[in-house]
């Protein structure tokens, strides 16, 4: 089916009690293995790109293969920008068919933060594309965080409800004790915060840096408004791990599609794992979706010849 939007996807799993992945991808064995695994599940899903993804496949060629891949599917399939930080990436983003925006003023003052999201939002609202702003800062494991900064870059109850009420955005990440680029499922959240930022915000949160967290705390975040579960890491780690695999048990051979076929498969295993986790398993059927009619099979994506 045709890419939907975000908005509709992420109020149903606010009201469900569940919560939708959104899976990075940069390459066409990635793109596969998570719709893939979506189709397996009967599971919305949300596919997302970051900068560094659109700089290295590029942006059309980005949006076409995620495009495709929904078209050839049942399931209901989001492409959605992750982590843009500043208005005029957001607007290519529109242009080339994204059907769902991040706007990240993270790194910016509170009042620049405002300011632009709340660009981002009149516009893309005015054709009907949901935008995600972030408040407070879900910092980077790579940059030596300590957990003083993590307590820091949380995100602030009373600032979040002003925040909302300005920008109007559809969904907010929130800065609740995850860390991004994390290789090991250690974070733990901090659950106090997101129930006083959810008496403060009605709206959907997104949790980033979930490839760190501690599935059980994910879990627990969930009723409080959690419908969006960020993962990247874990499936860069699943995709190199089913190269190593392949090159393990092939170290002579030289067909690329030997090798990635292990990946794809990896991720998609990775991904079934983290759908049935956030409870988004059979949730297009509960939608009212109709059942999938395709799924990628072996013969028909990968198998070599
Ligand atoms: O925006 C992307 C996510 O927050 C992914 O974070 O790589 O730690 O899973 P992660
Ligand atoms: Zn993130």
Redesign the pocket.
């Known amino acids: 089916m045709p890419l939907v939007t975000s908005k509709e996807m992420l109020l149903a799993a606010v009201e469900g009690h569940y919560a939708v992945g ?1 899976f ?1 991808a940069n390459n066409m064995e990635q793109i596969q293995g998570i719709i893939n695994a979506a189709v397996a599940e009967n599971a919305p899903v949300i596919l ?1 790109v ?1 900068q560094g993804a659109i700089r290295y496949a590029g942006l059309e060629f980005a949006a076409a293969m995620v495009k495709t891949a929904a078209d050839l599917v049942n399931v209901p399939v989001v492409l959605h920008l ?2 843009g930080t500043d208005f005029d990436q957001n607007v290519r983003c529109m242009r080339a068919g994204f059907t769902s925006l991040m706007f990240d003023g993270s790194a910016l003052p509170l009042e620049e933060n405002v300011a632009i999201t709340s660009r981002v939002t009149e516009i893309a609202h005015i054709v009907g594309v949901p935008v995600e702003a972030e408040l407070g800062k ?1 910092l980077k ?1 790579t940059d030596n965080v300590t957990e003083e900064d993590v307590l820091n870059a949380m995100t602030k109850p009373e600032e979040a409800r002003e925040f909302v009420e300005r920008t109007k955005c559809d969904s907010l990440a929130i800065a609740v004790g ?5 290789r090991s499922q250690a974070a733990e959240l901090n659950i106090e915060r997101v129930k006083a930022i959810r008496q403060m915000v009605d709206i959907p949160f997104v ?6 967290v501690r599935e059980e705390s994910a879990l627990e975040a969930i009723p409080y408004g959690v419908a969006k579960i ?5 499936l ?1 780690q699943a995709f190199t791990t089913g190269i190593k695999r392949g090159l393990a048990e092939s170290p002579d051979e030289v067909d690329p599609r030997k090798i990635l076929i292990h990946s794809r498969d990896e991720v998609m295993e990775a991904v079934r794992h983290k759908i049935r986790t956030f409870g988004s398993s059979g949730q297009v059927t509960a939608a009212g979706y109709r059942t999938p009619k395709k799924v990628f099979s072996k013969a028909e994506l990968g198998e070599a010849e």
């Open positions: 959104a990075n997302q970051s992750d982590h879900v494991s995850s860390v991004h680029a994390m949790l980033h840096g979930s490839s760190g960020n993962v990247a890491t874990l860069n």
